[in-house]
């Protein structure tokens, strides 16, 4: 944090000096401040600024303008937007600025609490580790499909596995399955470096397939150790197209040990919604035969209630567009709390997906038997690791790291 350059923009003198000593705290050691847009300009001009404190009422030219001239200059700088007006405004404008192509850390209403400042400052540093990784991703060369095609055959796929924790108790309510690719040179790849690649290539349903074998094994291995979970395999939407493939999976499961309801199917509500006839055939079918069905990224399509309860399914993922901040934005509040009691009343699991803070972790503590994921709870990690995480309590990780 001390190699940052940080601009507070803000026309009160305590609260500009408030802001430094909170940045000083944090770390940081190199600062500009400005009374107001007009000398905050000239600042991100002349100088690589990488962190922009923004209060939005100010005299000459407010946040908002500044925040808009910044869009317009293309800028990379970060931005934490700070005021003393209602959280609904501030909601607004953090949505304005994303809207604009801002990188938009977060928002604090005044006074700022010391807590949220350093929760905003930790995903400063859980960007810059994204960044670089993304970087090396970058850099790589695209898959070709010779290399996913003997990935597949040598079974070089693994499975890591992130936890969905009950918040009221505090135990662990199930897993989702992600695949991995040990490549020989690369070392780890990640999804994002394979999934388009195999549905362009046509090797999605095979990786499916494998995924859900792997899985099928886990099972049957965590329960000869006396280890009980569900898992959560995801589908691709180009699967519904397959018949073959459903007709393959339908066979594996008929004939596997596990029980239907240790299986949880995962598909997005987009790929449900353009293969509604296919979808609901296939759904149905793992339904009727016990396995549990899971909505993925809801809230990010364009479905309909009706739509979606037209499907059987036993778990909507609210999407982490709808859950990261939710402490602090009222209008998400209202979105989720709907949502939650309209599943209460249709008898479906709700999981709150991306929880990567404090605030959105005590937020949550209200709803009974709400499930919630994301790297605040855990990251996903191999099955060692995770009975390990599970014997040790279920600690989450965000609070364990603002314990050390």
């Not at 601009?7 to 107001?36: H, P, T, W």
């Not at 990935?151 to 505090?170: E, M, N, W």
């Amino acid at each position: 944090m001390d190699s940052l350059n940080v601009l507070i923009v803000d026309d009160s003198a305590v609260q500009r000096e408030y802001l430094l000593q909170l940045c000083r705290d944090a770390g940081m050691r190199q600062f500009y401040v400005a009374e107001n847009g007009e000398i905050a300009l000239p600042i991100l001009a002349q100088h690589p600024i990488d962190l922009l404190i923004c209060d939005l009422e100010m005299p000459d030219l407010d946040g908002i303008e500044l925040l808009h001239r910044i869009a317009q200059m293309h800028s990379a700088v970060k931005v934490i937007i700070v005021s003393g007006r209602e959280l609904n405004l501030i909601s607004s404008v953090e949505l304005m600025a994303k809207s604009d192509g801002l990188n938009v850390v977060g928002s604090m209403q005044k006074p700022v609490e010391a807590s949220l400042f350093r929760d905003l400052v930790a995903q400063l540093s859980q960007q810059a580790v994204q960044k670089s990784v993304a970087k090396t991703r970058i850099e790589s060369p695209p898959l070709e499909f010779s290399e996913l095609h003997e990935a597949l055959l040598q079974h070089r796929f693994i499975l890591h596995y992130q936890p969905k924790v009950d918040r009221s108790t505090g135990t662990l309510a199930g897993v989702e399955a992600l695949v991995r690719l040990q490549h020989p040179t690369r070392g780890l790849v990640y999804p994002g470096d394979f999934i388009a690649v195999c549905e362009r290539y046509q090797l999605i349903d095979a990786l499916s397939y494998e995924v859900l074998l792997q899985a099928i094994a886990q099972l049957e291995q965590w329960k000869k150790q006396g280890f009980s979970s569900t898992i959560s395999v995801n589908l691709s939407a180009t699967s519904f197209e397959n018949n073959s493939f459903m007709l393959q999976v339908n066979k594996l499961l008929a004939q596997s040990p596990i029980l239907p309801t240790d299986l949880i199917f995962e598909v997005t509500e987009t790929a449900v919604i353009h293969n509604m006839g296919q979808a609901l055939a296939f759904l149905s079918r793992l339904r009727l035969s016990g396995f549990g069905l899971s909505i993925d990224d809801y809230g990010t399509g364009y479905s309909s209630v009706k739509q979606l309860s037209q499907i059987p399914f036993t778990e909507l993922k609210i999407d982490r567009s709808l859950v990261d901040g939710i402490a602090n934005r009222p209008h998400l509040q209202v979105i989720f709390e709907s949502t939650v009691l309209m599943c209460n009343k249709l008898g479906i699991h709700v999981v709150a997906e991306g929880v990567e803070n404090a605030a959105d972790w005590q937020y949550l503590a209200r709803f009974n038997g709400l499930m919630v994921q994301g790297y605040y709870v855990a990251k996903p990690m191999n099955s060692a690791d995770l009975i390990c995480w599970v014997l040790e309590g279920c600690q989450p990780i965000g609070l364990v790291q603002r314990a050390s």
